[in-house]
């Protein structure tokens, strides 16, 4: 496998050329830390099928097609273009260091198997809704600061989820990111902010408290997974 990885400062178009000749080379993994805008070309690449960026991919690109992609990690909510443009995307990591939605954002990819979403602790809370239509969903991992309500429409092939609450936040926000949750046979908490009534796991398996806990907590938790208490 072609794999291709900056660390380093270069020039502009010093990148785009070796960007252009990795392509040239059928690559398959692109890792790219730069504030500098990308060549198009990146974003029609045949053979690209994992792609880690640190910056958004501009709606402003007259195409983008990655036929083969199935890893994207990147700053920022995808747009739409970028989603459509990936048929075969399975696992997405998406990092929001600010949160201006303007309306409801909606994740509409059926392929997607794995999703991580991470939030900034500076960012501002919206009443608008980040709605998961994602039926093929295994994993959930949501981090940080929950700036806004997550709903997802079909939660049954999720399997396993990780939670990790940084600081304190809109505690009704994570009970209801539970609920949405409670099915899975794997769950991974970090920090808690809600001690309010838990849901039913009836599925659990596996459940790992990361972090300090008081123990009533732990034991509200335990009683809450009948498959733990067997």
């Not at 990885?5 to 692109?30: F, G």
């Not at 602790?121 to 994602?134: E, G, P």
Request: aromatic share 8%; charged share 20%.
């Amino acid at each position: 496998m072609c794999h291709m990885t900056w660390q380093y400062q270069v020039p502009k178009s010093r990148l785009s050329n070796w960007i252009n000749k990795a392509i040239k080379l059928n690559v398959c993994e692109v890792d790219i830390c730069a504030s500098t805008r990308l060549p198009s070309s990146l974003f029609t690449c045949k053979t690209l099928a994992k792609l880690r960026l640190n910056q958004s991919v501009r709606e402003s690109l007259s195409s983008i097609y990655l036929p083969c992609l199935k890893s994207l990690d990147i700053v920022g909510f995808p747009n739409s273009k970028l989603i459509h443009g990936c048929p075969m995307l399975e696992s997405l990591s998406s990092k929001v260091s600010r949160c201006d939605l303007k309306k409801d954002y909606i994740f509409n990819i059926p392929t997607m198997k794995r999703l991580e979403l991470t939030f900034a602790s500076t960012i501002n809370f919206v009443n608008h809704k980040v709605v998961l239509r994602v039926p093929n969903l295994e994993f959930l991992s949501v981090v940080g600061v929950l700036s806004s309500s997550i709903v997802v429409e079909d939660v049954s092939s999720l399997v396993g989820a990780s939670i990790a609450c940084h600081e304190p936040t809109v505690n009704q926000r994570w009970v209801e990111l539970l609920k949405i949750v409670r099915r899975v046979q794997h769950l991974s908490i970090q920090y808690f902010p809600d001690r309010s009534t838990l849901p039913i796991f009836p599925n659990m398996k596996h459940l790992e408290l990361k972090g300090f806990w008081v123990s009533e907590l732990i034991l509200g938790f335990l009683e809450c997974c009948p498959e733990l208490m067997e």
